[in-house]
């Protein structure tokens, strides 16, 4: 069955450091999506992409960056990890003009 | 600017009394409206979705939402809660012009009693 995997699925580091995490999908979808979620703030989006080489800043992308070399993954890199950073990171695909984004598990993040 | 509202941060109902779950929304144009569920330690599944038409859409689980245009909400209702809805309740919006982009709101934390 097709999916979207994250990895790790737990990470703990420390402040400085860079980090990157892994998504993955296997619905060949053009588009793909990384949220953190916060309490108090639901899901907010940090970087997307509708396809191979096209990357874009989503409402919270300060200190995060992401590229697209293929259609299946979209990792997303903390170039200097800082403890606001510590969240529940989650990625997502959708196909085309479909609207309807699927989940991945999410990442849990604990920066020190 | 886009927006969503959950005004219920947690809601706790017995199992088998009936569920409803607020949502509005600020949107200038139509707008497409979402409703995910979130079980502990898990991703989003979406439970329903509305685009245009019949403004009372059916989803997964026995779930079901309204959309009330002159009233800006989306709110999800369940006829008879089950132990297993307890969850975690996202609204989402987007549109056309959007891009796919998604505007969550807060999210409603569920319990459930026996």
């Known amino acids: 069955d097709a999916e979207i995997t994250q990895s790790p699925r737990h990470k703990i580091t420390e402040t400085g450091r860079q980090v990157t995490l892994a998504c993955h999908q296997t619905?060949?979808?053009?588009?793909m999506f990384w949220y953190r979620q916060d309490l108090g703030h639901g899901l907010r989006l940090i970087h997307y992409?509708?396809?191979?080489?096209?990357?874009n800043k989503g409402e919270v992308s300060d200190g995060y960056s992401v590229s697209r070399s293929n259609t299946e993954d979209l990792p997303l890199t903390l170039e200097s990890a800082a403890s606001s950073q510590t969240s529940v990171y989650f990625c997502?695909?959708?196909?085309?003009?479909?609207?309807?984004?699927?989940f991945g598990p999410g990442t849990r993040l604990t920066v020190t | 600017a886009q927006s969503v509202t959950q005004p219920d941060i947690h809601i706790t109902v017995s199992e088998g009394a009936s569920l409803e779950l607020r949502c509005n929304y600020s949107?200038?144009?139509?707008?497409?409206l979402f409703w995910y569920v979130q079980s502990p330690g898990q991703g989003l599944q979406l439970l329903l979705k509305?685009?245009?038409?019949?403004?009372l859409v059916q989803g997964i689980k026995g779930f079901e939402a309204e959309f009330k245009r002159s009233q800006s909400s989306f709110n999800l209702r369940k006829p008879s809660v089950h132990w297993s809805d307890a969850a975690e309740y996202f609204c989402?919006?987007?549109?056309?012009?959007?891009?796919?982009?998604?505007?969550f709101g807060t999210g409603t934390s569920l319990t459930v009693i026996p």
């Open positions: 992409s509708y396809g191979v080489q096209d990357t």
């Open positions: 509305y685009f245009s038409g019949d403004t």
């Open positions: 949107y200038g144009a139509t707008p497409y």
């Open positions: 997502a695909s959708s196909e085309g003009d479909s609207y309807e984004q699927y």
């Open positions: 989402a919006v987007t549109a056309y012009d959007q891009g796919n982009q998604f505007y």
């Open positions: 619905w060949n979808h053009n588009n």
